[in-house]
């Protein structure tokens, strides 16, 4: 057995007994989020994806996508409690997080402040249209997604495991809005554009939906079963010329390094930083397990590359007026960057 070899294998037998299992829960996950979701295939297994590497992810899409109902029959799916944040100017950071009341102690008749949790408590959060409440709010949420905590009243609260936030926004009324700065963009494992359906699915969403309602989502895995998919994620291996080729593709998205090709010096204001790089191989390795592999291969990379890099290059006025967007640069630089396998 070569040292690449030692390298590429999952670590006990019942890793590779894990991974197995895994492959049916993943086909009756989506068989009972296909009975309600019409298409979407894609988004279902990005979704899957992020929330087995332990990110977070931003949906795109314009309204009557059925954004909110994938994200609540994904958490019913999962027997994982659902939170939803409808976001607006007016909205305040304890409107997420929670608040303390003052009320009586039945006891002693004292007056004593309690904590009243926040829809944040909940183990899948939607924050729908998340682009339209002021930063202050914005980056209530934002601390709650990168400590998995609350502090409130000068006592820290921990979330409960896992803790999966899907914010959305709307991409075609941007007015009055308050678009997520770059730094807060880079928080989220994947951007996901949710396009329109074809006519062919468009036909039986209009036929579903407009019959009787349909029965309940029926329960496939556990909180505890993903956060144990979870670790699992982080103890597959992954190869050096593996991390080298992730990292080679992030450091491609910088206008000012030396990997950078031309078209991305004229084109990119700013590119992806290191987190790009982590994500990347942390969302192949739960692309890996997903599909019954007990190893990352550069087509795990490649899949993911998309939706982990979009939201992290800021194109110029130039690449706007030649119609080149952020996605136009990805699919190039995986066209251009061959891995060293």
Same mark, same amino acid.
């Given at each position: ?18 991974? !197995? ?7 009756? +996950? ?13 988004? &279902? ?22 954004? *909110?109902? #994938? +994200? %609540? ?26 608040? @303390? ?8 008749? %004292?007056?004593?402040?309690?904590? #009243? ?15 339209? *409440? ?17 502090? !409130? ?49 468009? @036909? @039986?969403? &209009? ?43 992030? %450091?491609?998205? %910088? ?8 078209? =991305?010096?004229?084109? =990119? ?12 191989? #942390? ?6 397990? #997903? ?6 291969? !550069? ?30 640069? &990805? ?11």
């Amino acid at each position: 057995m070569t040292q690449t070899d030692k390298d590429t294998k999952v670590d006990t037998r019942a890793d590779v007994e894990s991974v !197995a299992e895994l492959g049916d829960l993943r086909d009756r +996950i989506y068989a009972e989020i296909g009975r309600a979701i019409i298409g979407q295939r894609e988004v &279902v297994e990005q979704l899957f994806i992020g929330l087995l590497a332990g990110g977070h992810c931003l949906l795109v899409g314009v309204p009557g996508l059925a954004k *909110t109902l #994938l +994200i %609540r029959t994904l958490a019913q799916s999962m027997d994982l409690s659902f939170g939803r944040i409808q976001f607006t100017p007016d909205l305040m950071p304890s409107d997420i997080t929670g608040t @303390e009341i003052l009320e009586e102690d039945q006891e002693s008749g %004292r007056k004593v402040f309690r904590f #009243l949790k926040g829809p944040i408590f909940a183990n899948v959060i939607l924050a729908d249209e998340i682009n339209r *409440t002021p930063p202050k709010t914005q980056a209530a949420l934002l601390e709650a997604m990168q400590e998995h905590a609350v502090t !409130a009243g000068g006592n820290t609260m921990l979330l409960g495991e896992p803790f999966f936030v899907l914010a959305t926004q709307n991409p075609i009324e941007q007015e009055g809005t308050y678009p997520l700065p770059e730094a807060q963009l880079d928080r989220f494992i994947f951007s996901l554009w949710i396009d329109y359906p074809t006519s062919q699915e468009e @036909e @039986e969403i &209009v036929r579903t939906t407009t019959a009787d309602a349909s029965s309940p989502t029926s329960t496939i895995v556990t909180g505890e079963q993903i956060v144990a998919l979870q670790k699992l994620v982080r103890r597959v291996p992954i190869a050096d010329h593996l991390i080298q080729y992730a990292v080679r593709l992030v %450091r491609s998205t %910088r206008p000012t390094d030396a990997l950078a090709p031309d078209y =991305v010096k004229e084109l =990119v204001n700013w590119g992806a930083g290191p987190r790009a790089s982590q994500y990347l191989a #942390l969302a192949g390795k739960a692309r890996a397990i #997903l599909h019954g592999r007990h190893a990352v291969s !550069a087509q795990d990379i490649r899949a993911v590359a998309l939706p982990v890099l979009r939201h992290r290059i800021v194109v110029n006025f130039q690449a706007e007026a030649e119609s080149a967007s952020s996605v136009t640069i &990805v699919n190039r630089l995986l066209e251009s960057i061959a891995d060293a396998s």
